[in-house]
């Protein structure tokens, strides 16, 4: 019987379709990396989230790898080019937290430009200030998506129904405009838009993308989202854009600081730009729980 290798926990769906497709199924979520690479012959396949780097050592000791499925989109942590050129098959789910992250993503803008979070801790502490918190309509603003693949669209999606303007650049995809969606160049994207999310993979040329430079060039203060990977964006270029006033509002599902993992953070040594977003009221920070719903999980 052929073995699948579960390094992280997914939904038990998964388990029990591969268990009734003949495989034996062996959880090992919290075996320590070196113990697996001592094993990794035994296993047809790995199933996987972001817990180790699935790097040129794993795939090397694992010669009877077939394919390994990341369970989510992200595919920083595993060496695609090199599992393909051993022949193994590399294959992630993206269209499972498509709604998920565009609902997220839509509810903190909202959150953001509505003022809900500042207004609902100003109640509850006994403060009723209604003209402070005076929002705006998304209705009004042209929102500016960079990455227009299974998120950027599924985010595109989500805001049709407001009324807004969208405009979408992407490096390495063309001729995706409809009705609603503006296809435009960086410069353009840059000289309107009033919010900027971004959906890019993590790599080598999308690291720290969201940088100073990259903040400079918009020519209206805007707001900033990301719900991709947190060292797409610098740290220390939103803290700068909150603090000039060049960055009305970020909205954060992902930390540059956040562990490996994706599983943390750690709160007792943060560095001084992160400290100043916590503290911020113009900043809304999840623990990158965007895609992460009870029906993405199934």
């Given at each position: ?5 579960f ?25 320590p ?35 390994i ?5 992200g ?12 022949g193994v098959?590399v ?46 309509e ?20 989500k ?8 405009l ?12 609603h969606v ?8 840059c ?5 900027l ?14 940088n ?16 991709s ?21 970020a909205?954060?599902?992902v930390?540059?600081y ?8 750690d ?6 730009d ?9 900043v ?13 999980y199934?």
């Amino acid at each position: 019987m052929k073995k699948i290798l579960f390094i992280d926990s997914v939904h038990d769906v998964l388990q029990q379709r591969l268990q009734q497709m003949g495989f034996e199924c062996v959880l090992k979520y919290s075996t320590p990396r070196q113990q697996l690479l001592n094993e990794l012959s035994e296993y047809f396949g790995i199933v996987i989230r972001s817990r180790i780097t699935i790097d040129k050592e794993i795939l090397d000791a694992a010669t009877q790898l077939k394919f390994i499925a990341r369970s989510g989109s992200g595919l920083e942590n595993i060496d695609v080019a090199y599992a393909k050129a051993k022949g193994v098959e590399v294959v992630n789910s993206p269209e499972g937290n498509r709604d998920a992250v565009g609902e997220h993503a839509i509810a903190m803008l909202l959150t953001m430009l509505n003022k809900i979070h500042v207004a609902n801790e100003e109640v509850k502490s006994g403060l009723w200030h209604r003209e402070k918190n005076r929002g705006q309509e998304l209705s009004a603003k042209t929102i500016g998506i960079i990455g227009y693949g299974v998120m950027g669209s599924g985010l595109a999606e989500k805001l049709i129904g407001f009324g807004c303007k969208i405009l979408a650049h992407d490096k390495y995809k063309t001729g995706f405009g409809n009705q609603h969606v503006q296809e435009v160049s960086m410069d353009t994207l840059c000289n309107e838009a009033d919010v900027l999310s971004i959906h890019l993979p993590l790599n080598a040329e999308t690291t720290f993308y969201v940088n100073d430079e990259l903040v400079a060039k918009f020519k209206k203060p805007f707001c900033f989202i990301n719900t991709s990977r947190g060292k797409n964006a610098k740290t220390s270029a939103i803290a700068n854009g909150i603090s000039s006033g060049k960055i009305l509002g970020a909205c954060i599902d992902v930390l540059e600081y956040e562990k490996a993992s994706l599983e943390g953070l750690d709160f007792d040594h943060m560095p001084e730009d992160l400290k100043y977003l916590m503290n911020s009221n113009k900043v809304i920070i999840t623990p990158h729980v965007a895609g992460w719903t009870e029906e993405s999980y199934f």
